[in-house]
């Protein structure tokens, strides 16, 4: 093709992207696996649903920019948007949330607890007096996760030295330099592979006990939390064997103000392109566009969603 014809063509698909509807979705911070997913998100809307989607890398969940209308959806963990939408949890006394609404689950959040492949912790249960990242006053939801990780293995956070980071991605700077022990993290995130390479040796996953009491203390702190076992083909990092973990569904969260043709507009584009948001960020290929229906305890589906749903036979 000629570089007039690119020019032309280039500014044609700007113009069109310029005068797209423009919709925000709030993620955790850069290097986060949500920020991560939402940027493969963001690049599927402008090309399939042809809207304009920003993300907004934020400290915080994102739960507020949503409800205010700041921010048009945010991508969660299924827990989370439950507290956040009634009023409970880390939201205790904040009153529910009536306007939020759930537009579909998207992929399994993988989580587990990473240490340095050399070292001598093998087990959650020897994180007791080691050094663990705690506290999270911009993302509280972490630390729920991390004390739900050592429930497992009957340990609290009064049987570890805590050592208090603002957000998970401060929590994995700390661990690179070596300010705490151990790393939690979702698998494929950036800042596991980066953590992996820039240690010498990589790092390591623990396994987590699946005991129906140990998971029944797991799910205690993370409602609707299963058990997925990960195995080392295709490759991740800090897997060697087929190895036990925990999991929850990534939600996407909206508002009930968000019109219902952007909303499905939003459901049929992640709907239809796995490959394309797989291609962008690999853990889509998890991904299970049939399971986009599941229900979420607390938040409703918005009626945008409902209807695309409806439609393709996923819900009745």
Do not use: W
């Not at 991508?75 to 609404?101: C, I, L, W």
């Not at 959650?124 to 972490?142: E, H, M, Y």
């Not at 990092?237 to 103000?257: S, Y």
């Not at 796995?274 to 998890?286: E, G, V």
């Amino acid at each position: 093709m000629n570089p007039l014809r690119i020019l032309i063509c280039s500014l044609f698909a700007f113009a069109g992207a310029a005068g797209a509807q423009t919709i925000g979705i709030v993620t955790t911070p850069a290097g986060s696996f949500s920020n991560s997913a939402g940027q493969a998100m963001a690049k599927v809307l402008v090309e399939k649903a042809k809207l304009r989607a920003i993300v907004q890398a934020q400290a915080s969940t994102g739960f507020e920019e949503v409800e205010s209308g700041s921010a048009e959806f945010n991508v969660s963990n299924s827990f989370d948007a439950t507290f956040f939408a009634s009023g409970t949890g880390e939201y205790q006394g904040q009153g529910k949330h009536p306007v939020m609404r759930y537009a579909g689950a998207l992929i399994p959040y993988r989580v587990a607890m990473h240490v340095r492949a050399d070292s001598g912790i093998r087990t959650i249960g020897d994180l007791k007096g080691k050094r663990v990242s705690s506290d999270f006053n911009a993302q509280k939801t972490i630390a729920r996760i991390i004390e739900a990780h050592l429930a497992n293995a009957g340990l609290g956070y009064n049987d570890v030295v805590k050592v208090p980071a603002p957000n998970v991605v401060r929590q994995a700077e700390d661990f690179m330099s070596g300010k705490v022990d151990v790393m939690f993290f979702a698998l494929g995130s950036p800042q596991v592979k980066q953590a992996n390479a820039s240690i010498s040796g990589g790092v390591r996953v623990l396994e987590v006990n699946t005991a129906p009491d140990a998971i029944k203390r797991v799910q205690a702190f993370l409602p609707g939390a299963y058990v997925i076992q990960v195995g080392p083909k295709p490759p991740v990092e800090g897997i060697t064997q087929p190895t036990n973990l925990i999991a929850f569904d990534m939600a996407l969260i909206t508002n009930a103000k968000v019109s219902e043709d952007v909303v499905y507009r939003v459901v049929k584009a992640f709907h239809d392109n796995k490959a394309d948001l797989a291609s962008t960020f690999p853990p889509f290929n998890l991904f299970q566009p049939q399971n986009m229906a599941k229900p979420l305890g607390g938040v409703p589906f918005h009626p945008g969603a409902t209807k695309y749903y409806r439609e393709i036979g996923l819900m009745k």
